[in-house]
């Protein structure tokens, strides 16, 4: 939606810049459309603006990727024989089409609800109801799943429980309805719903599909040394910023090659850093080896293999501290398991002064 907004407001002389984005979440397509005619003062009416969004989005729809934790998620609920159904305000068309280029998700859901199939569609509860009743199921028997506020209010009004993911960041204060608030689908416990639960994390970690990054390491904020005694190697923001933002916040870990000193086990975090509630994402890998100098300037490249939670805030700093060195044992007893050690050999780490490689 970002891209195709990007693209369509250039021909109205006008840029797009997200301002809209909370009042669209979970919205029908002609109610989105009349937020961004109605934001950027675009001289036509929603069903215009919608006509002319439309084929764009089409045809992009088969490159829109799944969340991280997305696929997961659908194999091992599908695998244990969970019922599904799918429930947007998209039109049924949109979904379907969005949903033909993922492996396996089609035959995973036994029912599929688009907003042009219901009289009401979410806030209403009608869709949720429409679902559990082609499933048949009772509503106060379902876990509901959604990003949007619209989707958490149906949701509830349907009587079931809900657990919201929000799509946006920082934007927890506003899924208040919701059951539970979690930041990416890496966090859902399916136990907690009476679910089966995940088998795939081991030793307190969870295995992800491994990505890249790398580039010069760049001033901080100047606070890793000096506040916590814990320096992160600060990767300069430009060039990946799309990577950046395709990865929910949280702490990983993995493997750290500088061109001229070695491979290094890592831990990071990725996002806000909410105790310090940073303006921007950053990413902060912390190589777990004393280096005698610092090594501003230098090319560094990480191999992210694992995830261990997500941000949080602590009430005092010696306490984000403690959990900082509690990530760090957690990742260094990791990494010598062969799923995660493998990865210390990959040229990537190595392959320095070649291309810049930013994208895995
Ligand atoms: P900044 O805010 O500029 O990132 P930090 O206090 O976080 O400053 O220190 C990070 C710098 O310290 C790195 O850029 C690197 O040059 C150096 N450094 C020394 N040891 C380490 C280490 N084990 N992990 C990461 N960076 C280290
Ligand atoms: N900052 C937070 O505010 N919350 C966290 O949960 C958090 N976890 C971290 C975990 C690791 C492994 C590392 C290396 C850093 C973490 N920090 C966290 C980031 C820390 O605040 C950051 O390194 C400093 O802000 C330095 O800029
Ligand atoms: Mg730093």
């Known amino acids: 939606v970002t891209e195709v907004l990007r693209r369509l407001l250039v021909r109205y002389g006008k840029q ?199 580039g010069p390491v760049a001033k901080g904020f100047g606070r890793g040394s000096k506040v916590l005694g814990i320096p992160t190697a600060n990767l300069s923001t430009e060039g990946y910023s799309d990577l950046l933002s395709e990865h929910p916040s949280g702490v990983y870990f993995g493997w750290a090659g500088l061109a001229k000193r070695g491979i290094y086990k890592m831990v990071m975090s990725i996002g806000w850093n909410p105790y310090f509630n940073n303006p921007e994402k950053t990413i902060e890998p912390w190589l777990l080896h004393e280096f005698k100098a610092d090594f501003y300037g230098e090319e560094l490249r990480l191999i992210v293999v694992g995830y261990i939670r997500p941000e949080a805030n602590f009430p005092s700093l010696d306490s984000l501290i403690a959990k900082i060195h509690e990530d760090r044992r957690i990742a260094e007893r990791a990494l010598e398991l062969p799923i995660y050690s493998k990865y210390k050999g990959d040229s990537y780490l190595t392959s320095i002064g070649k291309s810049d490689g930013c994208k895995s």
Request: with cysteine; aromatic share 8%; hydrophobic share 40%.
């Open 16 to 214: 797009w810049d997200g301002r809209e984005a909370s009042r669209t979440v979970g919205k029908t397509p002609l109610e989105a459309a009349a937020v961004i005619v109605q934001e950027y003062e675009l001289p036509c009416n929603a069903e215009e603006f919608l006509k002319e969004f439309n084929p764009l989005f089409s045809n992009h729809s088969s490159d829109i990727k799944p969340l991280p934790g997305a696929n997961r998620l659908i194999n091992h609920l599908h695998g244990r024989c969970i019922p599904m159904a799918l429930a947007s305000n998209s039109p049924r068309a949109n979904i379907q089409k969005k949903i033909s280029s993922k492996q396996g998700w089609k035959e995973s859901f036994s029912v599929i609800i688009g907003g042009d199939e219901v009289r009401n569609p979410k806030p209403s509860a009608e869709i949720f109801l429409e679902a559990a009743n082609r499933l048949n199921v009772e509503p106060s028997s379902c876990l509901v799943i959604e990003d949007s506020v619209p989707g958490v209010t149906a949701g509830k009004a349907a009587g079931m429980e809900v657990v919201a993911v929000p799509s946006l960041p920082k934007q927890t204060h506003l899924y208040t309805l919701a059951d539970e608030v979690i930041n990416s689908l890496y966090d859902l416990r399916p136990e907690q719903w009476g679910l089966p639960p995940f088998e795939d994390w081991i030793e307190g970690t969870l295995p992800i599909e491994p990505w890249k990054i790398g």
